[in-house]
């Protein structure tokens, strides 16, 4: 039986380029072949759970501006609403897949015993509705920011009570996301870092960061879960600084504590722009490391400076992002998690609904641009011939050479090397034919 918040919405078609709907498709086609798959097996499109049901309209500096028939969010009657609702949803994006925080699915107890059994109350519930429904789970976590325990961090906080109540925490989350088919499972560590350092004991709070996650990577293999675990880089908000800051920091981070064959990494767009990088920096970070997992897709309010988390609608950095991902293999497990959420003053249903169909579209025409650069070869060509040099024997031969044979060769052959040109004016009017 529909619970009638979505009445009047039909399920979004694609209707082509030429088409002025709206709430229609014009360039994501679910069964278009893109770089020989399926479009929708090659974006692999989620819903954020959190973004788009939990989220009541409130900013900084303002409160509730949505009304929903699932709020107030304290009863699992109303947590089971916004169940139905959401796979309604669901439906009529013809959405694959969803992600979710605990505290997105279920109301906080105060206290573990209650909020395990919430959410394994909750998570069943929606494991029958998963049953009917084409959307799968593409991961989930546990939200261990929000809430005031976790205000000197979770893995992190310097209370190790704390740090036990995280441990249990994410127990719980790993086993509903395994329950539930999960293709990954995310950890986001929103208050792992420091306000202060006065009190911060860095070495300390590292390290505990660095066990906990280790800790995560043996229960995933104890319980078989197949599933990619991921982490997911920000440089601040809430943190004045977070451990995660980017990706080359994760990264880092994995690799001092023997984790770099064991987890890869969440990227969004909106935490890129943040740390001071574009979103494709990031991605090949991740890429050249063999590490990208999933993404999340949004974009920041440039002139705001903070993560306004808004949906993504500017194809040219969608599709240099896309391009980066294609060019390292494309996704096997992970997908593009819309973490966007409405404007404030966007109360309705239909603004939900239509959010999601521009963002599906911007990434479809993104991709699609991504996979015709690609296929042209014009970048890889440029590449070829600007680091053309290191092909030659001596060249390679010189990396396994040392600093005074390499000096001796530059005064016996009279090396003096010009400024070759980089070309960019040139390849960024190439990727604009594209664009």
């Known amino acids: ?19 002025t709907d709206p ?17 929708e097996d090659q974006l692999r499109f989620a819903v954020a759970y959190w973004h788009s049901f939990a989220w009541e309209g409130g900013d900084p500096f ?4 949505f009304q929903r028939p699932w709020y107030p969010q304290d009863s699992m009657a109303n947590a089971k609403l916004k169940a139905d609702v959401a796979f309604e949803m669901f439906e009529i994006l013809n959405a694959p897949f969803f992600c979710w925080h605990d505290a997105d699915l279920r109301p906080d107890q105060g206290n573990f015993a209650d909020n395990l059994s919430t959410l394994e109350e909750i998570t069943d519930y929606i494991g029958t509705k998963m049953e009917g429904a084409k959307t799968k789970l593409l991961w989930g976590t546990a939200n261990m920011f929000s809430d005031r325990r976790w205000m000197s961090g979770a893995s992190t906080n310097p209370d190790p009570d704390v740090f036990a109540f995280a441990a249990a925490t994410v127990k719980g989350c790993m086993d509903a996301t395994h329950k539930l088919g999960g293709q990954n499972y995310v950890l986001w560590g929103g208050r792992e870092g420091y306000e202060t350092l006065l009190n911060t004991d860095m070495g300390a709070e590292l390290d505990h960061m660095g066990r906990f996650l280790s800790m995560v990577v ?34 880092g981070f994995l690799r001092k504590y023997g984790l770099e064959n064991e ?39 440039y002139q705001s400076g903070w993560d306004t988390d808004q949906f993504p609608n500017n194809v040219p950095e969608v599709a240099l992002a896309y391009y980066h991902i294609l060019k390292a293999g494309g996704f096997t497990q992970g997908g593009t998690n819309f973490d966007a959420k409405l ?18 579209d911007v990434c479809a025409r993104g991709f699609k641009a991504a996979a015709a650069m690609l296929e042209d070869g014009g970048l890889e060509n440029a590449l070829a011939e600007r680091y053309a040099g290191w092909q030659d024997d001596r060249a390679r031969a010189m990396l396994d050479s ?34």
Request: overall charge negative.
């Open 62 to 65: 303002g409160g509730q501006t």
């Open 402 to 435: 040392d600093l005074a044979s390499i000096q001796k060769r530059v005064l016996d052959e009279g090396i003096n090397p010009q400024p070759k040109s980089g070309r960019q004016e040139i390849l960024e009017n190439w990727v604009n034919r594209f664009v």
């Open 218 to 251: 043996d229960y995933k293999h104890k319980i078989g879960f197949k599933g990619q675990i991921l982490v997911e880089p920000k440089p601040q908000e809430p943190s004045k600084h977070q451990y995660d800051y980017d990706a080359a920091t994760c990264i």
């Open 1 to 19: 039986m529909s619970t009638g918040f979505f009445d009047g919405i039909e399920p979004v078609k694609f209707a082509g380029g030429d088409s």
């Open 343 to 360: 404007r404030r003053q966007s109360l309705d249903a239909r603004d939900l609904i239509a959010a999601h169909v521009g963002g599906m």
């Open 23 to 39: 709430m229609a498709f014009h360039h994501y086609d679910a069964d278009e072949t893109v770089g020989g798959k399926r479009l």
């Open 263 to 301: 987890v890869k990494l969440n990227l969004e767009q909106g935490h890129a722009i943040l740390a001071g990088h574009s979103f494709e920096h990031e991605i090949a970070v991740a890429c050249a490391e063999g590490m990208l997992g999933s993404i999340d897709m949004n974009r920041n309010d």
